[in-house]
């Protein structure tokens, strides 16, 4: 175990960086888990690949920077997950498909090969997914990872921000697979709880899928939309919200509108970056490690 | 029953029990003309009139068009929304009964600036 000592080592001190946060959160439970092992992986989300205008001028740059930092990390995740907003919408169906080809030739340096992409509303909304099941398959599916079960949930590719009657009797049905202890791990793209309605920062019957999610022990969302690290209850289940890789949003509520923050030539791309979850299961806790996209001279 | 399975059926009676009050209200309009009609046309990527002054409990009836795809009208401080169907009249009563500026929104994703298609109506005493 002297690397997971090493790795863990690592991620502290690079949390305790200049523009970095550790998050860590208990999750009661996870220790009698017996068949788990630690793990690592990173959680990046929308890059808006094809974004253009003046809260980023180095669009067309950001996302290839983000794959260097990933790829720059000393101890490489065992996967990438990308939750959503890969691309910036298009009315034109072969624009939204050139952008998403180019974001996959761009994501595809990156070192891990091991990379699971769920779609955004930019992806997926104007043509329900059709594009992104083209590029990238699913929109919603599970995987097992050393013991953890992952659960990644489309609230996008219906435009009403809906994960529907059927998608959601398929959750129930895997969940009535898993122990009530089982670590479960979801992955959307919007807040599945009502953080900012006046935003469209909800998912319209997340409610019916958070009530599902009520009877096991050991729930934790990570999520993308709001283009900001943010962290939420809803009763024992966390949510966490990752930064975005194209613009900041400002906090939920905090101004009329949820326009763009600007751009600060001072300091390039703050408030961007990517996340790192280590699941130290042994230890009943994930710990969640905020990277910026480019490390600060 | 499992738990999800109420879940479902609770909310599909939700669904017809909002359902029950759009009819009941169109029902109820010609019996109650004096409500004000407020005409709001939608287009990508914004609503004309995009703000609105109303009066502390005057009910007016807000009577939605679109010029182009389906979009939807959220109200979240009123608990309020409804969806805008191309080619139809959607109408909703609204009871401005507490003070303020509110928004509404768009929360059926209609394309490249659908993050900006959002409105306010400000009640005053």
Known sequence: MAN????????????????????????????????QDDFYFVQLSDSHWGFEGPPNPDAKVTLKKAVASVNSLEYQPDFVVFTGDLTHTTDNPVERRKRMSEFKEIVSELKVKTVRFMPGEHDASLDNGKAFKEFFGATNYTFDHKGVHFIALDNVSDPRALIGDEQLAWLAADLKRQK???????????????????WDWATRDGAKAIELLMPYKNVTVFYG???????????????HAAKGLMFPLPAPGSQPNRTPLPWNPA??????????????????????????VVKKA | MTLSGKGLRIAATTAILAAASVVTYVAAQSAEPKEKVIKITAKRFDYT???LTLKKGEP???????????MGFNLPDFNLRADIVPDKVTRVRLVPDKTGTFTFLCDIFCGARHEEMNGRITVVD
């Open chain 1, 4 to 35: 997971e000592i090493n790795r863990r080592e690592f991620l502290k001190l690079t949390g305790l960086g200049s523009v970095g946060v550790v998050f860590a959160s208990a999750l009661p439970g996870m220790a009698s888990a017996a068949a």
């Open chain 1, 267 to 292: 300091e390039p791309y703050k408030g961007l970056g990517f996340r790192g979850v280590d699941a130290e299961l042994k230890e009943a806790e994930y710990k969640i490690t905020e990277y910026p």
């Open chain 2, 60 to 70: 007016v009836i807000l009577e939605f068009t679109t010029l182009d795809v389906l």
């Open chain 1, 225 to 239: 939309h709001i283009h900001q690290e943010h962290h939420q209850m809803t009763g024992h289940i966390a949510h």
């Open chain 2, 49 to 51: 009139p995009g703000n």
């Open chain 1, 180 to 198: 009530t202890e089982a670590p479960i791990v979801v992955l959307t793209h919007r807040p599945l709880f009502d953080l900012a309605p006046q």
